[in-house]
Structure formats: C-alpha cells, structure tokens
T-cell receptor
Framework: GEKVEQHESTLSVREGDSAVINCTYT??????FPWYKQEAGKSLHFVID?????DRKQSQRLTVLLDKKAKRFSLHITATQPEDSAIYFC???????????FGSGTRLLVSP | DMKVTQMPRYLIKRMGENVLLECGQD?????MYWYRQDPGLGLQLIYI???????SEGDIPKGYRVSRKKREHFSLILDSAKTNQTSVYFC????????????FGPGTRLTVL
C-alpha cells in the first residue's frame, strides 16, 4: 500500500524566513495530496492541497510543489510568522481511492 | 458552525476494560473516520464509515470495532483494552467518500493502565 514519508521531523526557522517541508510517496497511482496543520494541543485542520494534474499551487504564503517523476511534494511557507509554528502533516490519496495516508509530521518552530 | 465533536476528551482505563469513544458531526457528512495518533507515526486509519451501517477496515483495525447507526454519529469500541492502545484518537468526517477535505474533531486522549 501507499507509504508517505516526511523527511524532517523538526524544522526551526527565524520569523520572516522561508520554510520548506518535504514529503515522498510510493504509489504512482496517488493523485491527491493534502496538507494539514496541527497547532499545539489542538486538532488538525486542512491548509492546502494539490492534485496530480498540476505541479504547483499557491495560496497566500503557502505554495505546494509536486514532482510526479520523483514522487515528491513539498510545502513552502514564505515570510514565516510565530503562528505558523505547528506540526504539518502531508498526505496522499490514490486515484479512485477513499483512504488518505498521512506522513509522520514535521514540527515547524518559528522563533522571533 | 461546522463541527466535529468527540467525547470524552480524556479517559483512563485499566487493561481489560471496555472503552467507548463517541464522535458526532453536524454537517450531514456521509463519510467518517477514526484515526489514532502516536508520536513519530503520524495518523493511522483504524476504520472508515461510508454511511450508516457501511463500515470498512482501515490500516490498523485489530482490537477495534465501530458502530454507525445514525449518519451524524460514529462510535469506536475497544473490547478489553490493551496498554498498547494508549493513544490519542481522532475522529474526522468528509462530505462524501470522494470528498477532499476532512474535518477533524478535538481528539480523545486514552490511557490504558
């Protein structure tokens, strides 16, 4: 089955810098890739997604890049703010599938 | 206000006791999920429910069962809880089985002693 790997367990940046979180997946049939954010002590909420028919999607300070050849996708956060500090989970879902497989999470720390 | 609720938020049980975790949603979503979250492992899917009495095993169903008798309510049952079931359990819902965004509840922290 699908496996999603997040390469950085922790990422520390200074406020105002950019942050990049990288994920890889194994199933070439995966076609939908969402990202979720979990702030300390809270639940997860959706932040952005990308489908396999595009290789880039931007929403305000967030950009997702998808490299289907390398089976790799990444979340780019520009002009980071302290409120960006959270655990970010990448995930993948295969075409026609209903299960979303999550990565293990990357803890982003934005220091002032 | 779209919401997924979970009860209880915290629970301590002894090994061998039965556990009932409850989840509710007010969005008339067809599909509901139960996940567990463990450090370093992310979220693992336990069960998925496509609608009332239409449930399917996820990736780690062993030791769990579910019940969905009303669309807005999805229960996770642990018969004779084990210490390795200590975890944070999240319920989520989505509009339909093919819908993209999942809405998560606040989680239940279960400790099995």
């Amino acid at each position: 089955g699908e496996k999603v790997e997040q390469h950085e367990s922790t990422l520390s940046v200074r406020e105002g810098d950019s942050a990049v979180i990288n994920c890889t997946y194994t199933d070439t049939a995966s076609s939908y890739f969402p990202w979720y954010k979990q702030e300390a002590g809270k639940s997860l909420h959706f932040v952005i997604d990308i489908r396999s028919n595009v290789d880039r999607k931007q929403s305000q300070r967030l950009t997702v890049l998808l490299d289907k050849k390398a089976k790799r996708f990444s979340l780019h956060i520009t002009a980071t703010q302290p409120e960006d500090s959270a655990i970010y989970f990448c995930a993948a879902r295969s075409t026609g599938g209903y299960k979303v497989v999550f990565g293990s999470g990357t803890r982003l720390l934005v220091s002032p | 206000d779209m919401k997924v609720t979970q009860m209880p938020r915290y629970l301590i049980k002894r090994m061998g006791e039965n556990v009932l975790l409850e989840c509710g949603q007010d969005m008339s979503h067809e599909t509901m999920y139960w996940y567990r979250q463990d450090p370093g492992l992310g979220l693992q899917l336990i069960y998925i429910s496509y609608d009332v009495d239409s449930n399917s095993e996820g990736d780690i169903p062993k030791g769990y069962r579910v019940s969905r008798k009303k669309r807005e309510h999805f229960s996770l049952i642990l018969d004779s809880a084990k210490t390795n079931q200590t975890s944070v359990y999240f319920c989520a819902s989505s509009l339909s089985r093919g819908a993209d965004e999942q809405y998560f509840g606040p989680g239940t922290r279960l400790t099995v002693l």
